[in-house]
Structure formats: structure tokens, C-alpha cells
């Protein structure tokens, strides 16, 4: 089980694949299994380094101390373990918001960047959401009732034209043994309620494309769309039929656009 000793915490990660070396930063309430659907599809062409954030699956302790900056510092750590001196980056939601403040710990080492589904803006309906998810979590019969208010805030409304979708996401949610806990969701909504950025989209100069999902009820598009625009020659794409998961609601989609995009980046070895 690959596994990295820090100083306060034990990180958990996943390395697949071979080629030049993708750092995939997973969003709020995820972990190295969020990238399922899109990683098989990727690995053929990349090395995929998939870590655990902080109070996410096997990540120990669950209740380290957390902030978005502190996730990026890890991630970095991760790297440097692993012996890459060059990278790609691809985040998604908070791990867009990890990608950027990693950026600015080691802009020379960041080859290309990819940012799925996030914004660098306040967006207090998007934590009034996760405040509900959990207190609904914390209600009697609140494991299976959470989940079930959270798929039509982050899945396209395709997914939920057939029923039997709901049911296999949640059966599958419910069995993974590495669940977030209603706490440690709780620590994780903390740090990025209380998140400050150090790195301004017109900080980024590696190369930088940022997807979008037209169906995203939990990112301000035209907020973010402004936002992004002020990376210096920044590739913004938005992906039909994919809400907040775009990884999962268009993961052939996403796949094609990081291969064309990062191929073209070059390899960072």
C-alpha cells in the first residue's frame, strides 16, 4: 500500500500507468478513487499519481490539521518523494483551487495544468449546499439520505434518466470501506471555508486549460469563465451534458481533451 510519512500526517496514494507523470488532485469530499471512470482511460499515455487529501480514505489521521495550502504542500511533498523534478497537474473543484496554490509553491516544476469544474471565486451558495449535506448526513438514516441529495447537485441531469443510476452510485458509495465520516467531512468544509488564495489566475504561466461542465450547479460558470480569463493564454473549454462530476459525467470527453492538451505540453522528464 503506498503510503508517504510526514510530519503530522500518513499519506495515502495511488500511482497507474506509464509515461510522463500527471498529479491528479481530487475535490472536496474525495479521494484517490474519485478518479474511476476517468483514470483507466489515461493510463496507457500518463503515470498517474492519485493522492488522499487530508481527512479523506487512507490519509492518516483523519483530523490533521487541514487548509487547502497545507493539501498543496503535500502534494509537492508527494512529488518530490517520488522523484519527479517536472509535472503535470490536474485538479478538480478544490483540487483546481490545490493545483493553483501549487503552482505557486514550485512554478518551475509545473509543466502544464489542467482545472476541471472549479473557480477561484467565493461562492457562499456552494458552501450553504456542503452546510445541508451535513446535517442531513447528521440526521437518523442520514448516510443513505446525503448521498441521495447530493447526486443532483454534481451529476448531469442524464444521469438521472434512468433510476437505476441512483441506486448503483449509492450501493457503491455505501460499501467503500474508505468513506469520508460525517467528521472528517466537516474538518475538510473548514479548511476550504477557509481558504484564502496566494495565487491569482494571472499568477499562472505554465501552460493552462480549464474545463467546464454546462450543467455545474455548484460553480458559478460565468464568474469562473471572468476568472480564468486572466491566466495568460489559458485554454477554457465547456463539456455539453456534464454538471459538477464532469469527470464522471463526460470522462471520455475530459480523457480526450488532457491527452490533446498535455501531449502537447510535453513530457516534463
Given at each position: 500500500?503506498?503510503?508517504?510519512?510526514?510530519?503530522?500526517?500518513?499519506?495515502?496514494?495511488?500511482?497507474d500507468?506509464?509515461?510522463?507523470?500527471?498529479?491528479m488532485?481530487?475535490?472536496?469530499?474525495?479521494?484517490?478513487?474519485?478518479?474511476g471512470a476517468?483514470a483507466?482511460?489515461?493510463?496507457?499515455?500518463?503515470?498517474l499519481?492519485?493522492?488522499?487529501?487530508?481527512?479523506t480514505?487512507?490519509?492518516t489521521?483523519?483530523?490533521?490539521?487541514?487548509s487547502?495550502?497545507?493539501?498543496?504542500?503535500?502534494?509537492?511533498?508527494l512529488m518530490?518523494?517520488l522523484?519527479?523534478a517536472?509535472?503535470?497537474?490536474?485538479?478538480?473543484?478544490?483540487?483546481?483551487?490545490?493545483?493553483?496554490?501549487?503552482?505557486?509553491?514550485?512554478?518551475e516544476r509545473?509543466?502544464?495544468?489542467?482545472i476541471?469544474?472549479s473557480?477561484?471565486?467565493?461562492?457562499?451558495?456552494?458552501?450553504?449546499?456542503?452546510?445541508?449535506?451535513?446535517?442531513?448526513?447528521?440526521?437518523?438514516?442520514g448516510?443513505?439520505?446525503?448521498?441521495r441529495?447530493?447526486?443532483?447537485?454534481?451529476?448531469?441531469?442524464?444521469?438521472?434518466?434512468?433510476?437505476a443510476?441512483?441506486?448503483?452510485?449509492?450501493?457503491?458509495a455505501?460499501?467503500?470501506?474508505?468513506?469520508?465520516?460525517?467528521?472528517a467531512m466537516?474538518h475538510?468544509?473548514?479548511a476550504?471555508?477557509g481558504?484564502?488564495?496566494?495565487?491569482r489566475?494571472?499568477?499562472?504561466?505554465c501552460?493552462?486549460?480549464?474545463?467546464?461542465?454546462?450543467?455545474?450547479?455548484?460553480?458559478?460558470?460565468?464568474?469562473a469563465e471572468?476568472?480564468?480569463?486572466?491566466i495568460?493564454?489559458?485554454?477554457?473549454?465547456?463539456?455539453?451534458?456534464?454538471?459538477?462530476?464532469?469527470?464522471?459525467?463526460?470522462?471520455?470527453?475530459?480523457?480526450?481533451?488532457?491527452?490533446?492538451?498535455?501531449?502537447?505540453?510535453?513530457?516534463?522528464?
Amino acid at each position: 500500500m503506498p503510503e508517504l510519512a510526514l510530519s503530522d500526517i500518513t499519506l495515502h496514494f495511488e500511482v497507474d500507468g506509464s509515461g510522463p507523470p500527471i498529479l491528479m488532485l481530487a475535490g472536496m469530499l474525495s479521494d484517490s478513487a474519485s478518479w474511476g471512470a476517468l483514470a483507466p482511460l489515461l493510463t496507457d499515455q500518463f503515470t498517474l499519481i492519485r493522492p488522499d487529501n487530508r481527512s479523506t480514505g487512507r490519509t492518516t489521521p483523519w483530523d490533521a490539521e487541514t487548509s487547502v495550502a497545507q493539501m498543496a504542500r503535500d502534494a509537492l511533498a508527494l512529488m518530490d518523494e517520488l522523484g519527479h523534478a517536472k509535472f503535470h497537474v490536474v485538479g478538480h473543484s478544490m483540487g483546481g483551487l490545490m493545483a493553483m496554490e501549487l503552482f505557486g509553491l514550485a512554478p518551475e516544476r509545473i509543466q502544464a495544468m489542467s482545472i476541471l469544474a472549479s473557480a477561484p471565486v467565493r461562492a457562499p451558495r456552494t458552501m450553504a449546499v456542503f452546510d445541508a449535506l451535513l446535517a442531513v448526513r447528521r440526521a437518523p438514516e442520514g448516510e443513505q439520505l446525503w448521498l441521495r441529495a447530493l447526486y443532483p447537485w454534481i451529476f448531469a441531469p442524464g444521469f438521472f434518466t434512468d433510476p437505476a443510476n441512483t441506486d448503483t452510485a449509492l450501493a457503491a458509495a455505501l460499501a467503500y470501506p474508505h468513506a469520508q465520516s460525517a467528521d472528517a467531512m466537516a474538518h475538510q468544509m473548514e479548511a476550504l471555508r477557509g481558504f484564502r488564495p496566494t495565487v491569482r489566475p494571472a499568477d499562472l504561466t505554465c501552460a493552462t486549460q480549464v474545463l467546464h461542465g454546462t450543467e455545474d450547479l455548484l460553480i458559478p460558470r460565468a464568474a469562473a469563465e471572468k476568472a480564468f480569463a486572466q491566466i495568460p493564454n489559458v485554454v477554457q473549454a465547456t463539456l455539453p451534458d456534464a454538471g459538477h462530476s464532469i469527470h464522471w459525467d463526460a470522462a471520455p470527453a475530459v480523457a480526450q481533451h488532457l491527452r490533446q492538451f498535455h501531449d502537447t505540453a510535453g513530457d516534463p522528464r
